[in-house]
């Protein structure tokens, strides 16, 4: 079946835009967790949705992240006069059951690269 | 605070030379831990899922164990196709109600012809 999708792959915004990017999970997954990769690290967590509910927002670099699943699928992480901190891939993954159930698998897509000029 | 070490950052193999990539942790309770190969430009692909020191899990010419301090990662007889980067990854308790992975910084393997 179709695995987690992003869009756009890569984005290249001017200091002090705001910008958009969007996560399609896979169908009928619970969880999604967003994650910000820097270059030549890991991923850090950034935010978590159980459905809907946006229960864990502790790693999100300051207000002007903002992410959103109104309908418990489709999720957007919004950047708001995005900064050249804010360069990094951006990683959305998702998981079949609440993530305070059991230890399950989490699928990720390809990711958004954004560069900040 | 949660915490997790890979070593070495890279490493350059020929093919069939056998080695072991290290994952050490420090959690305030293991729930589990995970092993991801990164190729660039994609996402983390999920490679292995362990529970509890002493579990092993095998697949293809990657093998991986658990302690209750560190994982292993081993590679017997690698092909160039295996050249990418390994991420290693805890879930903790104490992560609560999410399931959040806390990652180390990755190993990247080249392995040569």
């Known amino acids: 079946g179709a695995g987690v999708s992003q869009s756009p792959r890569y984005k290249v915004a001017k200091r002090g835009q705001d910008v958009a990017l969007r996560c399609d999970p896979i169908s009928g997954h619970v969880s999604l967790f967003w994650y910000q990769q820097a270059l030549g690290q890991g991923p850090e967590f950034l935010t978590y949705f159980q459905n809907e509910a946006q229960l864990d927002k502790s790693g999100l670099p300051s207000d002007r992240f903002f992410a959103e699943r109104p309908e418990g699928s489709v999720s957007t992480l919004k950047i708001q006069r995005t900064q050249q901190e804010d360069s990094a891939v951006y990683l959305c993954?998702?998981?079949?059951?609440?993530?305070?159930?059991?230890?399950?698998?989490?699928?990720f897509g390809p990711g958004t690269r954004l560069t900040v000029l | 605070e949660d915490q997790v070490t890979q070593s070495p950052e890279a490493l350059r193999l020929q093919e069939g030379e056998s080695s072991s990539l290290n994952c050490s942790y420090t959690?305030?309770?293991?729930?589990?831990l995970f092993w991801y190969r990164q190729d660039p430009g994609k996402g983390p692909e999920f490679l292995f899922t362990?529970?509890?020191a002493g579990e092993e899990k095998e697949k293809e010419r990657l093998k991986a164990t658990l302690t209750k301090k560190e994982s292993f990662l081993h590679i017997t007889a690698p092909k160039p196709e295996d050249s990418a980067t390994y991420l290693c990854?805890?879930?903790?308790?104490?992560?609560?109600?999410?399931?959040?992975?806390?990652f180390g910084q990755g190993t990247t393997l080249q392995v040569k012809p």
């Open positions: 362990l529970y509890s």
């Open positions: 959690v305030s309770g293991l729930r589990g």
């Open positions: 993954a998702s998981s079949l059951l609440a993530g305070g159930l059991r230890t399950d698998t989490q699928y």
């Open positions: 990854a805890v879930q903790a308790h104490g992560s609560g109600n999410t399931g959040k992975l806390i």
